[in-house]
Each structure stands twice: as C-alpha cells, then as structure tokens.
C-alpha cells in the first residue's frame, strides 16, 4: 500500500491559483482500512505492517526504521489514526519517508545544506538592545556557543545586528564534522536545523548536550521576547505548534536510533 501522502489532488493550470493552492493546501484523506499496526524483522530493519501486509513509501520503498522502538513508535502512529488517515497528523511517517526516500541516497547533499547554516547560525547574531532580550539570548544561547567551543573545538564569532559575519573556517570545519553521516540521525538533525534556523542547536541535541525543552526554546528566544511584548498571534501560534510536532517527530528518531 503506498503512502498517502501520494494521493495529494493535482493543480489545473487553468483554475484559479487561489482556489488551487487552498484546494492543493487539503489533502485527500482516506477512511481507516487496517485493525492493527505492527512491525517485522525484515533486511530494510524493522518493517511496518497494517494487518500484516508492508506499508511502501512515496517512492515505492519498505517502510521500515532501523531500530524496533522506532518501529514501533511508527506503528503506534498508524494505529493512533480514528475514522481518517490524516497525513498531517502523522510527522514520524512523512519523516521515516522523506529519509528513506531522500536522505539516504544523498546524505553527502543533506550534511552540506546543514553546514550552510553553521555560517549564518541564528546563535551568531545578537540584539543591541533592549536589556531583557540581550540577557535572554546569551542565557540561551550562551551554554550552546561554550558547548561548540568546548566539545567540538568550534568557536564562533558573535554579531550583533544581522549584518552577515564570515565565521573561522576551522570553527565551520570542526562544527561539520560532528554533523552524523547515518542517513536516520542525519535527517533528523536536518530537520531541526530547518525547524529551528540552528545547526548548532540540532547538533548539540543531537549530541546528548542539549535538552528537547531547551532546544526549543533557545530556538525561540526573539519570538518568544516578541509575544511578551506584543501579546500573541493566533495564527503564528498555530504554526509554531504545526512545527513542534514536526519537531517532536526528529527528536523521537534521535532517541531511538
């Protein structure tokens, strides 16, 4: 059976581009097929199952995770399904797909497009003021720049403003190396470069040095700073919470794997 977030309607390029990118925004659901979700050894590792026939992803592959736990935390999603399978609602299967279908035939890509951010890290660029926000940024960022420095001999310059800064290219080169080369911890630490705008952040917490709590919160230290000040935005909260579960998906394959 393949993977449902295949069944994404196709655009008419005569239609409307609003109504097409609301209608493309909704993907088709299914009604729920299986009884059970369960995993198997199989060569790819541990295979998921719905009533015991394999689950294939976008590109036709097995879907299957290198570890049991993982596996199985990927079943129990399939299983936490009710009337619908809603895709959205499903971030460690998109996940296992876009690895297997992606990261794994180009990890060298994947760990280049990482090191792209450890020149421009969100850590690097500091606000001049006001007071709060300064102190906020260096008790969150702070420990992460001392772990980089101290643990992978990466050390970093600090800008303030957001006026470009060329980075040591021995801090860049020390900081890429400790980018994992494994296609499943590789792309979850993509993930939460992307999710975060940090390299640093996802490879300390890839690393053990760095709690999931603090990882998302240093991650959101000016936004957080901003709702403060400002009060909150219902839609930017929606898509922050979007995020998390992204978010929470890459954790749970660094644990696992």
């Known amino acids: 059976m393949r993977d449902l977030l295949e069944d994404m309607p196709t655009a008419n390029p005569q239609e ?10 909704r993907p088709v659901l299914r009604r729920r097929f ?34 049991q736990k993982l596996g199985q935390a990927i079943a129990d999603e399939w299983d936490a399904q009710r009337d619908l399978i809603d895709p ?12 297997i279908d992606g990261v794994a035939d180009s990890p060298a890509a994947v760990a280049a497009e990482i090191a792209k951010y450890l020149g421009t890290d969100l850590l690097c660029y500091r606000a001049g003021s006001p007071q709060g926000l300064v102190e906020s940024q260096e008790r969150h960022w702070g420990p992460i720049l001392a772990w980089a420095r101290d643990a992978l001999s990466a050390r970093f310059l600090l800008a303030e403003g957001v006026v470009p800064i060329a980075q040591p290219d021995t ?14 911890r590789l792309g979850a630490v993509y993930t939460v470069t992307t999710l975060t ?15 999931a709590d603090a990882a998302w919160q240093a991650a959101h230290v000016d936004e957080d700073w901003n709702i403060a000040q400002w ?3 219902d839609l930017a909260l929606e898509r922050r919470a979007f995020r998390f579960t992204e978010f929470q998906a890459a954790v749970t394959v660094l644990s696992l794997v």
Request: aromatic share 2%.
């Open 197 to 211: 705008g940090s390299a640093l952040i996802a490879l300390a917490l890839q690393r053990g040095a760095l709690t």
């Open 231 to 233: 009060g909150e935005d």
């Open 34 to 67: 299986h009884d059970t979700a369960s995993t198997i050894a199989a060569a790819e590792g541990f295979a998921i199952e719905l009533d015991r026939k394999g689950v294939r992803t976008p590109a036709g592959r097995v879907l299957a995770a290198p570890t």
């Open 171 to 184: 801090a860049l080169a020390a900081a890429r190396a400790a980018i994992p080369t494994d296609p499943w």
């Open 16 to 25: 409307n581009p609003i109504a097409a990118a609301r209608r493309g925004a």
């Open 88 to 99: 959205a609602k499903m971030p460690l299967t998109r996940l296992a797909n876009s690895i």
